[in-house]
C-alpha cells in the first residue's frame, strides 16, 4: 500500500530535549515536505527536500533540521524544543513532473512540549 | 507578495443547503490550484485540483482569474462533508502554500 508514515504520533517533552520525528515514503517520491498545523494558522511549511540531500527552508524553519540521506526519509530534528513547537506535524510527498502534483500526507505526529 | 486566503475559519450550513467556501490568492502568473481536506481523525488528502475540472463528492471549484479566487461549492450539503478544508496553490514552483482553513460544519 502506497502510504506515508510517521512516528511517533505522539510525542510528550520537555524543553531542551533533543528530539527526531521520521518520517517515510513508498512511493518513490523525489519530494517531500514538513509542515506544521495550528489552529488559526493553518498549515505552514517547515522544510522541504526536492531530491536526496537537497533540501530548503520553508516559511518556519527556525529551531528546526531536517535531512535527506535517502530517499524514501525524511526525518524533522528538533535540537532544542521549546513550548511554542507544540504543535500537529504532518510530512508530505510528492512525485514531480506533472502539473496533478498530488501531496501525500502522514497521519501526523502530535508534539507537546512543556 | 504570492498569497492565499481563506477569509472564514468558520462555516455552518444547513444540510440539504448550497455550501462554498471561498479562496482568494494574490499572483501575477497562474498558479496551480487545489482543495485539500481533513475529515475528522483522519489525515490531510487531496479533494480536487483545478486543472482537471473534475467534480468530487459533489464538490466543484471553477478558477476565476479576473477576481483571483477558486471557491469551492457543492450544491446540497451533506452531513459527511463536515470537515477542515485548505485551499492550495502552487505558485510556479514545486511548493505548496495553503490557506489557513475552513471548518465546515454540516448542520443535520
Known amino acids: 500500500e502506497a502510504q506515508v508514515t510517521q512516528n511517533p504520533r505522539y510525542l510528550i517533552t520537555v524543553t531542551g530535549k533533543k528530539l527526531t520525528v521520521t518520517c517515510s515514503q513508498n512511493?518513490?517520491?523525489?519530494?517531500m515536505s514538513w509542515y506544521r498545523q495550528d489552529p488559526g494558522l493553518g498549515l505552514r511549511q517547515i522544510y522541504y527536500?526536492?531530491?536526496?540531500?537537497?533540501?530548503d527552508k520553508g516559511d518556519v524553519p527556525e529551531g528546526y533540521k531536517v535531512s535527506r540521506k535517502e530517499k524514501r526519509n525524511f526525518p524533522l530534528i528538533l535540537e532544542s524544543p521549546s513550548p511554542n513547537q507544540t504543535s500537529l506535524y504532518f510530512c508530505?510527498?510528492?512525485?514531480?513532473?506533472?502539473?496533478?502534483?498530488?501531496?501525500?500526507f502522514g497521519p501526523g505526529t502530535r508534539l507537546t512540549v512543556t | 507578495a504570492q498569497r492565499v486566503t481563506q477569509p472564514e475559519k468558520l462555516l455552518s450550513v444547513f444540510k440539504g443547503a448550497p455550501v462554498e467556501l471561498k479562496c482568494n490568492y494574490s499572483?501575477?502568473?497562474?498558479?496551480?490550484l487545489f482543495w485539500y481536506v481533513q475529515y475528522s481523525r483522519q489525515r490531510l488528502q487531496l479533494l480536487l485540483r483545478h486543472i482537471s475540472r473534475e467534480s468530487i463528492k459533489g464538490f466543484t471549484a471553477d478558477l476565476n482569474k479576473g477576481e483571483t479566487s477558486f471557491h469551492l461549492k457543492k450544491p446540497f450539503a451533506q452531513e459527511e462533508d463536515s470537515a477542515m478544508y485548505y485551499c492550495?496553490?502552487?505558485?510556479?514552483?514545486?511548493?505548496?502554500?495553503f490557506g489557513t482553513g475552513t471548518r465546515l460544519t454540516i448542520i443535520p
Open positions: 508530505a510527498s510528492s512525485a514531480p513532473g506533472t502539473a496533478a502534483r498530488e501531496q501525500y
Open positions: 512511493m518513490n517520491h523525489e519530494y
Open positions: 527536500s526536492m531530491n536526496v540531500e537537497v533540501t
Open positions: 492550495a496553490p502552487r505558485f510556479g514552483n514545486e511548493k505548496l502554500t
Open positions: 499572483y501575477s502568473g497562474s498558479p496551480e
